[in-house]
Structure formats: C-alpha cells, structure tokens
C-alpha cells in the first residue's frame, strides 16, 4: 500500500538526490537489463570476438538498430563499452568484468526478474500457496550455466578425471552443458540429466542434439525428490548434483530426499554436490549475486541452508562428507565430494528430528 509523501522527504532539496547514490542505483538497476539483454542478442559475444561492432545494430538481422543504440548507451554509462564515434562500439574499461559476470546478470534480469517484480504480492502470506512465483527457467539454466563455467566447472573436471567413472546422473541438469562436457571428455561414459521443469528439459534435449550425445546423454523430466528405484538408473556409479540442492531443503524434507538416493541409485559411490550456501553475515562489501540470490529464494520460499546445516543433514542422511571445496565464484559456493557411508539406509525411515534450533526446519 503506498503511503503520503513524509514531509521529511518533500522537504528535501531534490538535488540531493536527483544526482548521487540514489541516482546511481535507479540506473544500475537499468545497466544490470542492458547487460542481460546484450546477452541474450549476442551483442557481448561479437564484442568479445571481434573487439567491435556497429553502433547501429544494422549487423544484426532483425533487430531495431534504436534499441541496439541505447543497450549501447547504457552499457556505455556503466564503462562497459565506449561508444566511438557514430557508428562504432568497442569494449570499455569494464567489459572483460561484465562479460565474465554476464551469467548473474541473465539469471537476474531474465530469469528471476518477475520474482521481484511481483515481490509486493509474494510477500502476502496467504498468496504463497500452489505455483505462486513466476520464472524463466530456461535464463536460469543459462544463467546458471554461465556462472558455473568460471570455476565449478574446472573443478569436475579435476575431481572426474581422477574417478572410475562409467555412467553419471546429474540433478536440476538446467542446460546439460556439464554432461555434455564430462560426455565429450570421456567416451565410455554414459549420462543421465534430470530436471523438473519442462523449459529446462527442451533446452538440455536440444543441445544434447546439437552436440551430437543423444545416444550417450537420456535427459528425463522428473522430480529429484520423487525418485524411486529403475533398471536404467541401477547402474549409475556417479551422481552430480548444481545449484539445486537447496531445493532439496528443509531439512527434514532434504534428509528423506538424500536418504531415498541410496535406493534410487544403489550403485552410486558419490555425490558431487555443490551449491552457494547462505552467506555468513550482510556487509557493506557485498559479493555478487549474493543478494539476489537470498532474496529470489526468501521471496519462493525456498530456505538457503549454511554449510554447517549441510553437514547435519549429511550426517543424518548416511552421506560421508570426504572433502570440502570452497569456491569463489559464485560467492559462498562450495562443492560437497560425499560417498554413502557403510551400511547407509536404503529403507527410506522417516528423517529424525533437525538437531539444534534453526529456521531450516520450517516448511516454506
Ligand atoms: C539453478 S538451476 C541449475 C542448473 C544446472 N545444475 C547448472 O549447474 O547449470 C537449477 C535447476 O534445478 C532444477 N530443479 C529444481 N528442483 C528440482 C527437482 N526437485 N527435481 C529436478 N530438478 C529440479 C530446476 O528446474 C533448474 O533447471
């Protein structure tokens, strides 16, 4: 509900405010769409290529060269192109930044951007009920892609190629990029990549396809948390698991849901699990993405566990937690190498009660 002018505020000079850090932040919310949107139209990826582009877009079939111009102008505002000329683009200052940071912004702008938008009704307890959000899970793969492929990406690579590994599922697979990387790597291993969402499922399926592994990589649309016992998964040695296992939370709800995985893939003899726990405090300095990400999940109400809440539900789950990687990028990412410990439960027992108190045992 909006409320009257405070007098305090109509009592301000507007230049002190119509310039500044208020000012600033009104147009970095502006930088942060053109950055997403240059994405997704290839406008970074021709400057990254060719080190310069038509400021007119009239390179680019189909696209409106007066919008092209003032993504540009934009970009050009937060020092990630410079503008030379009238009819030339080339990278600015920031661009090598952003473009490494293009996959944030894609998951924010594209992906998550009608979560915030509709924040004033997603904060309405009795609206939180049924598929009460709205988001494009297609930019979220992508995104998700993108920002894993600066670190979390190598780091698979490192663990996997010092493994006996013959066949992987991966869960939330997003875009499959990560089978298809461990396919292309690996000639006798075979991929599975589920995901729950049907705009995920059309995008991994179509760039399996493009990249030639429809016969190596099965992509299935099913829900992680469901799974049960099948032939095809029977022999599964290695699960993989990215920037999803906070959807495995509460924690009651995640202990049933690891516990279940011993049965649902008896022959698995780890879980490569990583995902961006909930960062330890707020600060001034704050890292990218760290409050979007804990503001897109407090508005779907999804918890985001700590690394010690993790660790319990481990524990309690029959997962041995051998090492521990902390990442950089994303910011407060860490990577989980678990085996089953001996004799894990495979009977699906109901989840014992959280140790200690803490609002990761609440139902969202
Ligand atoms: C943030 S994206 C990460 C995608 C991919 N793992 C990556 O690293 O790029 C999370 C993915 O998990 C999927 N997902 C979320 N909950 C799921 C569930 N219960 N079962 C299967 N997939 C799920 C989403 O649809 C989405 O594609």
């Not at 004033?120 to 494009?136: I, K, M, W, Y």
């Not at 599922?169 to 995901?195: H, K, M, T, Y």
């Not at 407060?332 to 990761?360: C, I, K, Q, Y």
């Amino acid at each position: 509900m909006s409320s009257p002018p405070s007098p305090l505020a109509s009592a301000l000079d507007p230049a002190d405010w119509t310039r500044g850090p208020i000012a600033d932040i009104f147009s970095s919310y502006i930088a942060a769409a053109a950055l997403s949107a240059a994405h997704e139209l290839g406008l970074l990826e021709t400057l990254a290529a060719h080190g310069d582009a038509l400021i007119g877009g009239d390179d680019i079939e189909g696209l409106d060269a007066a919008v092209v111009r003032q993504l540009y102008t934009v970009l050009s505002w937060a020092k990630i192109v410079e503008i030379s000329g009238d009819d030339a683009v080339v990278p600015g200052p920031l661009f090598d930044e952003a473009y490494a940071a293009r996959g944030y912004f894609y998951w924010l702008v594209r992906g998550c951007g009608q979560v915030f938008t509709d924040a004033p009704s997603l904060a309405h307890r009795q609206r939180r009920t049924g598929n009460f959000f709205e988001r494009d899970m297609r930019a979220v793969a992508i995104g998700s892609w993108l920002i894993g492929d600066a670190e979390v990406e190598g780091l698979f690579d490192q663990i996997i190629a010092g493994l006996p590994v013959r066949k992987v599922a991966d869960f939330g697979c997003g875009s499959a990029s990560r089978l298809i990387r461990i396919a292309g790597n690996n000639d006798a291993v075979e991929c599975v990549g589920i995901d729950i969402s049907a705009d995920a499922v059309r995008l991994a399926t179509d760039n399996v396809a493009a990249a030639g592994l429809t016969g190596r990589i099965a992509i299935r649309h099913a829900d992680v948390r469901q799974l049960e016992p099948i032939a095809s998964h029977a022999d599964i040695d290695t699960l993989t698991c990215v920037f999803m296992g906070h959807d495995f939370w509460p924690y009651g709800d995640c202990v049933r849901t690891l516990r279940r995985l011993h049965a649902a893939f008896p022959a698995a003899s780890r879980l490569l699990l990583c995902d961006v726990v909930r960062a330890p405090e707020t600060s001034r300095d704050m890292t990218i993405f760290t409050l979007g990400f804990e503001s897109v999940h407090a508005l779907m109400g999804v918890y985001i566990p700590t690394l010690a809440e993790w660790q319990q539900a481990f524990a309690a789950s029959g997962w041995e937690c051998e090492v521990v990687h902390p990442v950089t990028a994303p910011p407060n990412g860490v990577l989980f190498e678990l085996a089953p410990t001996a004799g894990a439960s495979h009977d699906g027992a109901p989840a014992p009660a959280r140790p200690g108190p803490g609002t990761g045992n609440r139902r969202p």
